[in-house]
């Protein structure tokens, strides 16, 4: 049995309390969003993803028209193929921390094929502004927003949202591992292993952050 690491080094204890900090003074601007990301007022919605009184009743009836698995994966809906971003940006006006499609809009956003370079009807900083703005308090976003950020190399900014994403989840396994791996690409191998301890204590399936740890000789022989 691996045993957790109950407490970070000072220096990240540090920087952690100025991320959470850059996070509160963040909470006042998502409040007054950038006027070119849009209204969030729809004709339909906009609903809470969370909320299961909205799942339950409103969900089925933008993904059976707008979200499919089709458009999860970046094919398009089953009915109409070529109206890929038009069903994502209509997902997003109607759920805003809609989580899959959010994580679509970041599959979309970087991908490397051609075929999906056709732009998005808002950037993807436009819809994580929107849906932080509508639930700021949603810790899947936040961890979600930080996935976006690492993916574009933005790892200072990736730190941020998942520290909030910690604290508004702080039993997910999810959010431990994607804060070590943003440590790790910032060779902060201490604070890292912490969060992987804790991530695979949780139970999380994939080896890469150990292994990362491991090629850098920060995973004790002993924690196997």
Not at 16 to 25: D, E, F, H, K
Not at 120 to 147: K, S
Not at 163 to 175: D, H, T
Request: a positive charge.
């Amino acid at each position: 049995m691996i045993k957790p690491i109950s407490a970070f080094s000072s220096t990240f204890g540090l920087r952690a309390t100025l991320c959470v900090v850059a996070v509160l003074i963040s909470l006042s601007s998502w409040a007054q969003m950038d006027l070119s990301c849009g209204s969030l007022n729809n004709a339909y919605g906009p609903f809470d993803y969370t909320n299961p009184t909205d799942y339950q009743t409103k969900l089925k009836i933008v993904e059976d028209n707008h979200f499919d698995r089709g458009v999860e994966n970046l094919r398009g809906h089953a009915r109409k193929p070529h109206q890929l971003t038009g069903d994502i940006d209509y997902t997003l006006r109607a759920f805003p921390n809609h989580h899959k499609a959010l994580y679509t809009v970041i599959k979309y956003d970087t991908s490397k094929n051609p075929k999906h370079r056709q732009a998005l009807p808002r950037t993807a900083e436009c819809y994580f502004q929107r849906a932080m703005t509508f639930r700021p308090r949603d810790g899947n976003v936040h961890l979600l927003y930080g996935l976006y950020k690492t993916r574009t190399n933005n790892y200072e900014d990736a730190k941020i949202h998942f520290i909030e994403a910690e604290r508004l989840l702080p039993n997910s396994a999810e959010v431990q591992y994607n804060i070590g791996l943003v440590l790790a690409k910032n060779k902060e191998y201490d604070e890292a292993y912490s969060h992987a301890v804790k991530a695979y204590q949780m139970g999380y399936p994939l080896p890469g952050l150990r292994n990362i740890l491991q090629r850098a000789g920060k995973w004790p022989d002993s924690a196997n």
